[in-house]
């Protein structure tokens, strides 16, 4: 199957200590999905940085859609980078993503 991934995190103060853990769950994804033989792509999204009340932040793409499992790990690292106070919408991350990022006709994308 063809598979166009993408990570959504929220980065928020409150997050600090799940981070180091999720960041090392989610480093090997690219390897695990190659060795099962699927067509993928992963692209990395990240919320939570924002001021809530004061407007929030607009999320970031960290990765657009990339195969190259070294560059999704450096942007994996870079979500525990900004960790600064409350969270803005995870809806807004997905909106995000969705108007954003160009998912391949053939794949289905999983977020």
């Not at 799940?18 to 999204?45: S, W």
């Not at 939570?48 to 004061?54: A, E, I, M, S």
């Not at 190259?68 to 909106?95: C, F, N, V, W």
Request: glycine share 8%; no cysteine; hydrophobic share 40%.
């Amino acid at each position: 199957p063809s598979v166009d991934f993408v990570v959504v995190i929220e980065t928020s103060l409150s997050m600090r200590k799940d981070l180091k853990r999720l960041v090392t769950t989610l480093g090997p994804l690219p390897e695990q999905f190659a060795a099962a033989g699927v067509d993928h792509r992963i692209a990395v999204v990240r919320y939570g940085t924002g001021k809530l009340r004061r407007g929030p932040d607009a999320p970031e793409i960290l990765l657009d859609f990339a195969t190259d499992g070294a560059l999704y790990r450096e942007r994996i690292d870079m979500l525990q980078s900004k960790l600064t106070g409350p969270t803005e919408s995870g809806t807004e991350a997905l909106h995000l993503a969705l108007d954003r990022l160009t998912f391949r006709p053939n794949a289905i994308p999983v977020f």
